[in-house]
Every structure is written in structure tokens, then in C-alpha cells.
């Protein structure tokens, strides 16, 4: 499975971006997708991810109610739409795929990763 990010840019806080992972390859129904998120100097976070099979989605706390996470069954495509952006979500965005779906926040559940994309956001 390949993943590439995009979507990324530089946006003012209180703003809003809209990431897109296409996947090249089967996501089987057991999968969990999943956005992971990594700042300078500090140590790749979760994000949020969703179930392929039912579209169960899960957040870390700092997100809940702003950023939502879902997929395109048919387009293979995972999204993250981001509203409401503060400077702490600066970093660099990482789409991943999880062949078990479990320990879906654990980085190293995840087998296949996409190139990051940059989001920038000034105060």
C-alpha cells in the first residue's frame, strides 16, 4: 500500500485546511487509517483515525471538535478536515495505514506511512 499526503500550506489561526491521503493498493476491511502529526524538535503524535469497515472514528483530545477524519471507500481516500487551526497544530501531517485497525494511536501499529505534508499555521 502506498499513501501520499497533501493539502498542507500556510493558513492564519482560526482558519481551516482539508488533507487528502489516496491510497494505491487494497484497504481491507480490517484496516485502521490513521493521521499522525510531528513538530520540530518533538516526537510523532496521533492525530485521529477511522475503522475502514464501519468509519469509527477516534481523536486525541486537542482535536475533538475541530479536526474530523473520514474516508472514501470508493476513492480510497482518507481525509482530514482541520477548522478552527491554532499554532500548536503546526507540523508536519503523516497519513498511515494499519493492517490490524488496533492500537490505532501506537505509531508503530502502523505498517505503511505517506511522505508528510507541511501545515503551517500563524498567530
Known amino acids: 500500500v502506498q499513501l501520499q499526503a497533501s493539502g498542507g500550506g500556510l493558513v492564519q489561526a482560526g482558519g481551516s485546511l482539508r488533507l487528502s491521503c489516496p491510497a494505491s493498493?487494497?484497504?481491507?476491511?480490517?484496516?485502521?487509517m490513521g493521521w499522525f502529526r510531528q513538530a520540530p524538535g518533538k516526537e510523532r503524535e496521533f492525530v485521529a483515525a477511522?475503522?475502514?469497515?464501519?468509519?469509527?472514528?477516534y481523536y486525541t483530545d486537542s482535536v475533538k471538535g475541530r479536526f474530523r477524519i473520514s474516508r472514501d471507500s470508493t476513492e480510497n481516500t482518507v481525509y482530514l478536515q482541520m477548522n478552527s487551526l491554532k499554532p500548536e497544530d503546526t507540523g508536519v501531517y503523516y497519513c498511515?495505514?494499519?493492517?490490524?485497525?488496533?492500537?490505532?494511536?501506537?505509531?508503530?501499529?502502523?505498517?505503511?506511512w505517506g511522505q508528510g505534508t507541511q501545515v503551517t499555521v500563524s498567530s
Open positions: 477511522i475503522t475502514w469497515r464501519n468509519g469509527r472514528t
Open positions: 498511515a495505514a494499519n493492517r490490524l485497525g488496533s492500537s490505532r494511536d501506537v505509531p508503530s501499529a502502523y505498517e505503511y
Open positions: 493498493g487494497p484497504i481491507l476491511s480490517s484496516y485502521a
